[in-house]
């Protein structure tokens, strides 16, 4: 099977039915073992990414968080939040099959806070200056959480 064909026929048929032009395939062995459109339109989800669903969707059926031996098809390049969700699984490989700037001109997302073409520069800047407001309202016994995992966890 062709995965990069199968990849861009899902966006296609994700379009046809009013979703959004996306989509993502993961391959093990060269079997399919997840894959999911971009479902953010039909859910009203803004966490419903292609590589997102594909990548639960995968993880479950596997019964694992990592996906060291897959392969993940990807129609465009990831955003920040499925770029971080691919980090997360630590697949073999990704393959992207265009890019932000190829499908700019045709693609418009309506965010508040970002546009694609700029959105990763948010990360370099500090807290402070990011367009989303972030102000830490810090309390002592948040770390308590993160002791008390590491006394359960520790071994």
């Known amino acids: 099977m062709d995965f ?17 032009p996306f989509a993502t395939v993961i391959v ?3 079997e399919i073992i997840a894959e999911s459109p971009n479902l953010v339109a039909q859910t009203n989800d803004p966490t419903a ?25 990807i129609l465009a390049s ?10 997360y699984c630590s697949p073999k490989k990704v393959i992207y099959i265009t890019t ?11 965010r508040k806070y970002f546009e694609l073409e700029t959105f990763y520069d948010e990360y370099c800047k500090p807290i402070k200056d990011r367009r989303l407001p972030m102000v830490q309202q810090p309390d002592a016994e948040s770390i308590k959480v993160y002791q008390h995992w590491s006394e359960l966890n520790s071994k």
């Open 49 to 73: 990414h292609a590589e997102v669903l594909a990548i639960r969707e995968a993880c479950k059926k596997l019964q694992t968080e990592h996906l060291t031996d897959c392969e993940i098809y």
């Open 78 to 87: 990831p955003c920040p939040m499925c770029l971080g969700a691919l980090y």
């Open 4 to 20: 990069v064909q199968r990849t861009i026929e899902l966006a296609r048929e994700n379009v046809e039915a009013g979703g959004r």
């Open 100 to 110: 932000r700037e190829d499908y700019a001109p045709y693609y418009q997302d309506d």
């Open 28 to 30: 093990q062995y060269g």
